[in-house]
């Protein structure tokens, strides 16, 4: 049994990732009995604190080593507020933060396209987790690709870019000193065009209240 805090919920082609931290720290990603995300329409929300029962999934493949099979879950409580969700994850828990550039996430095992998108590669470094949290020095601008949201992080030359998937709406600039939560999808190959890969997304942010 483990108490574990929801941070995460994105959007999957038919079915939700929700992502969690347990009270130890640990970066999970809340998977049901059968090894399945959970349901599109699932009512789990973020700031949401469940007591869990849950076993460890045998057969994650680097770096989504945080898949854990949820056997039960009861809610035991829920934060008012996100402002006092970050403070506990800040203050209490024992978390890696990474602060800067976007160069900087996933230890710097990212590599980066022409447009300006992150991913790992089957070639390259593997990092040891798919999921962290980043602080960027500079606003993140919303821009519409074909049709999907991204957030651009502007450099000397060019820019990075980072594909939205959470459900919250999206904003149009998000603050630079905002915590922002990002992970790696799972591995793809673009229909054989490419080797494996898993892409960078932005998952979440948090925006604090400074009324």
């Known amino acids: 049994m483990m108490d574990v805090i929801i941070v995460s919920k994105t959007h999957m082609s038919k079915a939700t990732c929700v992502g969690g931290i347990f009270a130890n720290g640990r970066l999970v990603r809340l998977l ?3 090894g399945h995300n ?41 934060f ?3 402002d006092k969700m970050v403070s506990y994850l800040r203050e209490k828990l024992n978390i890696t933060i990474w602060e800067g550039s ?4 996933f230890d710097e095992t990212l590599q980066w396209t022409d447009n300006g998108s992150g991913y790992i590669s ?3 470094v593997i990092p040891t987790h798919s999921v962290g949290f980043w602080i960027p020095d500079r606003d993140l601008s919303k821009n519409i690709f074909y049709g999907k949201v991204r957030y651009n992080y502007p450099q000397l030359t060019g820019w990075r870019s980072l594909p939205y998937v959470g459900f919250e709406d999206p904003i149009d600039v998000i603050p630079s000193g905002t915590l922002i939560r990002v992970s790696l ?3 793809w190959d673009r229909n054989g065009e490419t080797e494996d890969r898993c892409s960078l997304q932005l998952s979440n942010w948090y925006i604090l209240n400074q009324g």
């Not at 929300?45 to 057969?59: K, L, M, N, S, W």
């Not at 976007?102 to 996430?105: S, Y």
């Open 32 to 34: 049901d009995c059968n």
């Open 80 to 82: 008012k507020t996100i």
């Open 122 to 124: 089957q070639d390259g």
């Open 38 to 78: 959970q349901d599109k329409d699932t009512d789990i929300e973020i700031g949401d604190v469940f007591t869990i029962e849950y076993r460890e999934r045998a057969d994650n493949k680097p770096p989504h080593v945080e898949d854990i099979l949820v056997q039960s879950m009861k809610l035991k409580f829920k």
């Open 185 to 187: 999808a799972r591995w």
């Open 102 to 105: 976007p160069n900087l996430l």
